[in-house]
């Protein structure tokens, strides 16, 4: 078996336990040449790790994670997303370290049911994989998730239904709106 299997297990089925020095991170996007900016709260870091990244003091400081070569054609990190950074050692003056775990759902959850998971970030998971711990079961956000497909065009009728309206039809649109719109009725009076 390859390096790459065993890899893939291990990121798929691997436990984290974030520290001090391996906290949990926030990924707040690509920059290139697999450098990942990340948002790191200053209370979960240990004080000479914030002292050396976080000059100013701020309770939350970015830096830049790298992706190790061992992941770089298995995991896809996504804006948004969290995973562990090793912040023990900087890397260079701009890097300030590397992605020990891309987490995933099952792992988030895992972490959230020991009481791992950083209460700073309860609220933001929730918007990020679209959950809501407030929300009811039947309310108006269920509604909203089961609208459909969320890349069509969504045509709102606004007159009601007592009113019939012979125009309803003309104004719906029909195909492929990146096409050019070839009128049926000018094609069948040239034929005959």
Known sequence: MGRGKYTTQEALEAQPEPTATCPIVRVLGPRGQNLHEVAVASSLVSPEINARLN??????????????????????????????????????????????????????????????????????????????SHAQPGSESDDQDAQGNPNRRVVDDESSDSEPDSDSDDMLPRGNPNRRVIDDESSDASSD
């Open 55 to 132: 000059a100013d003091a701020q309770p939350w400081f970015t830096t830049l994670a790298q992706l190790p070569p061992r992941f770089r054609s298995i995991l896809w990190v996504r804006r948004g997303s969290y995973v562990l950074a090793d912040l023990s050692d900087q890397l260079t003056d701009k890097i300030g370290g590397e992605i020990a775990m891309v987490l995933l759902a099952a792992q988030v959850k895992r972490l959230k049911q020991t009481g791992q998971w950083p209460s700073l970030y309860a609220d933001k998971w929730a918007e990020i994989s679209g959950h809501s």
